[in-house]
């Protein structure tokens, strides 16, 4: 059964729709974000957050680790060729991410 012109002209607009109002989801969040922070600055009120790389990579390791891990498996199964590349990639960052984490973790303490 053949679409309709107008149908296919539907099914592409969607996603450019979903990407344009998530952009502007997230350029009016950094907006609101930057006048905050500069309203805190001016009031004083301001503390610099600590951010935490060892825990940042734990959870991003185990993350694209995880994801990696299980399109690997599934592009392996299906013989995917090139496509085995979209699993091993981010299973090959996750395995640096984890391996950050062991080293940096074993020199802090």
């Known amino acids: 059964m053949e679409r ?5 002209v539907i099914i592409a607009i969607i996603p450019m ?13 950094l907006l609101w974000y930057h006048r905050r922070r500069i309203l ?12 935490d790389l060892l825990t940042f990579s734990l ?4 993350l694209l680790a ?3 891990a ?5 592009f392996a199964l299906i ?8 699993g091993i990639i981010p ?3 996750g395995a640096g991410f984890l391996a950050f984490y062991f080293i940096k973790r074993g020199k802090s303490h």
């Open 70 to 74: 299980t399109l690997t498996v599934f």
């Open 91 to 93: 299973l090959s960052i």
């Open 66 to 68: 995880s994801v990696g």
């Open 17 to 29: 729709a979903g990407i344009l109002m998530s952009s502007v989801v997230v350029f009016f969040y």
């Open 4 to 8: 309709s012109s107008v149908a296919q």
């Open 59 to 62: 959870l991003t390791g185990l």
């Open 40 to 51: 805190l600055i001016k009031a004083g009120q301001f503390h610099r957050e600590e951010f």
């Open 79 to 86: 013989n995917a060729g090139y496509g085995l590349l979209g």
